[in-house]
């Protein structure tokens, strides 16, 4: 891909983003506890736990790695 459309792909990612971190001022939400019914919980929520997961794969796959030649020999 070249630059430009990466560049159009990054600013259609970004409108979507901040359209629905926008909705959220309009949508209003049943919230069950107090701390859901703060301003974007939810995109707060997601963004935070996608980290957790990557941040934990990472270390589970320090314990999973196998040597290079492992399947070589």
Request: hydrophobic fraction near 55%; proline fraction near 3%; charge should be neutral.
């Amino acid at each position: 891909m070249n630059s430009d459309k990466i560049r159009k792909l990054w600013i259609v990612f970004i409108s979507i983003l901040m359209i629905l971190l926008l909705s959220d001022l309009f949508i209003h939400r049943h919230s069950y506890f107090e701390i859901d019914g703060f301003f974007a919980f939810p995109s707060i929520f997601g963004f935070l736990s996608c980290i957790f997961l990557v941040v934990i794969s990472k270390i589970i796959g320090i314990f999973l790695k196998r040597p290079e030649g492992y399947y070589d020999e």
